[in-house]
């Protein structure tokens, strides 16, 4: 890709993807490398700069693929790595980058460094894992998998002692005090630079260290390693980014940016709950306030921000009282809910209403940060809260309305995991094909919202100003950047709103940005208009001379 342009993340929309679930190339029933190959064409029309994709590493999957056994290939159900080569190839051509998942901190139990560990005290690799006699050790860290875990020790009877892991017991942590285990995991990173990645989501960064008397995370001795990293992308693979999986609040976040010399990126946890929040209300309050509690970052630095992923809706970054009233709000089965979140997708969560789904996109489109978008969201696709796990929110991408909604041709039985049969997420009602046709489908108007979103670079870069309104039902902010500002107002309730606003800086004829009409009634930032409910509006005014 261009070496030109170094801060291309800051106005990148990204597109998350699981490789098994987007497209099944060779009827196995999973889907797989060059069935990804076969939809950047897409990818492309959505207007997506750069694609995340999900673990593909060899794995018994017990983590979905966050359970690596070996970092130096691609799980066969998914193909090879002369398939990988040639999905970066084409994703190449067609200007779209590549990140890929990087699991730092744990390997599979199955990882041959595991194996060896356990069967001999004497192994180079018994040291590659973290090992105690007792429990006793790191009290003060938390359980993430609450649902599964009683503690983060398990014992191990071939190697008579107790190992450490942050998330499954079939996950054991690597241990970064070990010089070796930090160079082989810069030799492994290398490893998939050269084959012409764009760069890393790193997975579960907080936790590469323990330290006893800390909740061992965010250790100073994490953030060291953390720019080594960095330092040897910089010099080796310029243009490569790290993106963190921290899920903190910003304050502990913007530690990973360092001085401009760690993460190019981080996803912002906090703000995600907090705009279902806001939402439901009807009352900006929450969001505002994480928003404000946001700390400047450094220049060539970026937020991430998302609305779903493929784990639970998270909550573990608000109070016991929100958590409790985000679940009793969103997750009214209590097959809903899992650890500290909500298991569902985006659609079924706004009740699959088309208004409050546009809504929430304008806002993920139009807050500071880059947008994520997770894959089957950009057509409104459901889940299945029977399936085990978080597998309910990782179902097959919906094609169109043919057999297994176009993902594999294989039996329905052969699927890694069963298509969404209930209307109205059933393929019937939701695909790719039939939204492409229709001009109102939320397929166009995502597609919409990422054009507008890359042709104006003052929502990636420009500074977060709001508008001073009373009524706390709308959220209203200026985004500002040289000499251009783009004033976005939403209505969060499902009341008619009446918005007068006057920003006597603002000067000239402004554009709808969504419309593309000139709004010579909003001149010289005297705004005056009546608001649906759930409805947003976009204007940009130009400063034409300073
Ligand atoms: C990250 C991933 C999650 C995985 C966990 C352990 O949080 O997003 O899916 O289970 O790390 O690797």
């Known amino acids: 890709m261009s070496q030109k342009q170094p801060l291309w993340y800051k106005n990148a929309v990204f ?13 196995d029933g999973h ?8 939809k950047l064409d897409y990818i492309q029309n959505l207007g997506i700069d750069c694609l995340w994709i999900m673990p593909f590493y060899p794995s018994p999957l017990k983590d979905d693929g966050y359970d690596i056994s070996d970092f130096y290939n691609i799980e066969a159900k998914y193909g090879t790595l002369d398939q990988f080569r040639t999905l970066i190839q084409a994703a190449h051509k067609r200007g779209i980058r590549i990140i890929i998942d990087m699991i730092m901190n744990h390997t599979s139990d199955q990882h041959d460094w595991f194996q060896q560990a356990r069967a001999d005290r004497n192994s180079p690799y018994r040291d590659f894992y973290v090992w105690s006699d007792t429990k006793d050790k790191y009290k003060e860290a938390r359980i993430i998998f609450l649902d599964t875990e ?20 079939s996950q054991p942590d690597l241990n ?27 997975d579960a960064i907080p936790y590469l260290f323990e330290r006893e008397g800390t909740n061992c995370e965010n250790l100073p001795e994490t953030h060291a390693y953390l720019k080594e990293i960095r330092s040897m992308i910089d010099h080796e693979y310029p243009n490569c980014i790290l993106l963190a999986e921290a899920n903190q609040w910003p304050q502990k976040v913007r530690e990973y940016f360092g001085d401009g010399d760690e993460f190019h990126m981080g996803f912002h946890f906090p703000v995600m709950p907090r705009i279902f929040m806001s939402l439901k209300k009807g009352d900006r309050t929450s969001l505002q306030w994480i928003v404000d509690q946001t700390p400047p970052i450094p220049e060539n630095c970026q937020w991430c921000i998302f609305l779903r992923n493929h784990d639970e809706l998270t909550l573990e970054m608000v109070t016991e009282g929100d958590r409790q009233w985000m679940w009793q709000e969103y997750a009214p089965d209590p097959r809903m809910k899992i650890n500290l979140g909500i298991r569902r997708r985006l659609a079924p969560l706004l009740d699959n209403d088309p208004v409050k789904i546009r809504l929430i996109n304008a806002l993920l489109f139009s807050l500071p940060g880059a947008p994520i978008i997770y894959y089957g969201d950009e057509i409104g696709m459901g889940d299945n809260i029977l399936l085990f796990d978080r597998n309910g929110v990782r179902t097959p991408m919906q094609w169109d309305q043919s057999l297994n909604a176009g993902f594999s041709q294989t039996t329905p039985e052969k699927l890694y995991a069963p298509i969404i049969t209930q209307a109205p997420f059933d393929p019937e009602h939701v695909n790719v094909t039939d939204q492409l046709k229709n001009p109102d489908s939320l397929l166009n108007f995502t597609q919409r919202l990422v054009k507008i979103r890359k042709q104006n670079s003052t929502f990636g870069s420009g500074n977060l100003e709001w508008c001073n309104i009373a009524d706390l039902a709308i959220l209203a902010f200026k985004r500002n950047y040289h000499n251009e500002t783009i004033v976005v107002i939403n209505n969060l309730s499902d009341g008619v709103k009446e918005v007068r606003l006057k920003e006597p ?30 409805q947003f509006i976009w204007l940009k005014y130009e400063k034409l001379d300073d």
């Open 176 to 202: 970064y005090d070990n010089p070796k285990v930090r160079e082989t995991m810069l030799d492994v990173m290398r490893f998939w630079l050269k084959l012409g990645i764009d760069g890393f989501r790193a």
């Open 31 to 38: 889907g797989d490398l060059p069935g990804l190959t076969q």
């Open 15 to 27: 597109y998350q993807v699981n490789v098994r679930a987007f497209f099944d190339s060779n009827q």
């Open 505 to 534: 800086g603002l000067s000239g004829i402004p554009t709808d940005l969504i419309s593309l009409q000139s709004r010579p009634d909003f001149k010289n930032g005297n705004i005056q208009l009546v608001l649906d409910p759930y």
């Open 150 to 169: 009683e503690s983060n020790w398990s014992w191990d009877d071939l190697a008579q002692q107790y190992y450490w892991h942050r998330f499954y017991a």
